[in-house]
């Protein structure tokens, strides 16, 4: 693309930093500014670029080409996105699938009123995964899709575990079953039920004198969270939670096992594999910030889904390029 594309972040929790670093590594991009709800004269001494208020966004509408959201889907994104996309190009990763649907609508609505582009719901899932459940069920019509997360860091679930009585820390890993992936990769189509495909794992921290038999109980009960699943608890001290459990690492598998002809067996499967979840987010919204502007640089507008972008609108190189070099 010609000229470098002019980013801002608004939200600095681990996604926004993984954004930050991922600016580095794409030399056609470079950070402008980034937007908080916190003092932001105390958050640029860690950020180390301009730094304001979100509230005064607009004040930068000549400055930035592309806003990054990296709130969360529970509260933030959900007022931030419609409100900023219609003063900026906008990029989220909105993760609430049942209400994807919704979002969009009023995320289009606001966008179209302000003549840009809000590419909602990026990441790996939804996001790259989506993708591949789409290019599967077209390409292999008779089959059945399988989705696996983990083995990854819960962020809902580890806070759930805290807010258990007597609980000092604690952290919770999502583990896909691996004997029933390979049962899968083989060419089964069972049904599953959500006990059958996932277990969790519970890293416990108790507060001293805490009763750990009622800690584990109340853990592995919980509705919503933990009853449905297969779950252990591991207590743990504070020293091996910080040397043993203080990353973000996630991932999971898209697979799809389908016929075709008279009976010939197909499976198709995408894999993560993800040190730090964030920063693997943060650089697949990065990608997506380069296709939302090479949408608006046409004169598209309104929201997008990973569905409506082309796959070389995420890459600096041209089709040319593209072409000669991975075709």
Known sequence: MSSTIRVGIAGYGNLGRGVQQAIKQNPDMELVAVFTRRDPEELAKVTGVPTARLSDAADYIDQIDVMILCGGSATDLPEQT?????????????????????????????????????????????????????????????GVDYTFWGTGVS???????RRVPGVKAGVQYTVPVQEVIERIRSGETPSLTTREKHRRDCFVVAEEG???????????????????????????????????????????????????GSGSKQIAEFGLKLDSNPEFTASVLIAYARAAIRLSREGASGAKSVFDIPLGYLSPKSGEELRRALL
């Not at 790996?124 to 390409?139: E, I």
């Not at 962020?155 to 575990?161: E, L, P, R, W």
């Not at 592995?220 to 459990?245: C, G, R």
């Open 210 to 260: 805490a009763d750990q038999e009622a800690i584990r109980s109340t853990i592995v009960n919980m509705p919503d969270y933990f009853a449905d699943y297969d779950t252990t608890v591991t207590f743990i001290s504070e020293a091996e939670l910080a040397a043993e459990h203080s990353g973000m690492p996630h991932g999971g598998f898209v697979i799809r096992s389908a016929v075709t």
């Open 155 to 161: 962020q809902g679930h580890s806070d759930a575990i």
């Open 82 to 142: 419609p409100e900023l996309v219609k003063l900026f190009n906008t990029v989220d990763s909105f993760d609430t699938h049942a209400k994807i649907p919704e979002f969009y609508e009023k995320v289009n609505a606001a966008a179209l009123e302000g003549g840009k582009v809000g590419v909602i719901s990026t990441g790996w899932d939804p996001g790259l995964f989506s993708m591949n459940r789409l290019l599967m069920q077209a390409v292999l019509p008779e």
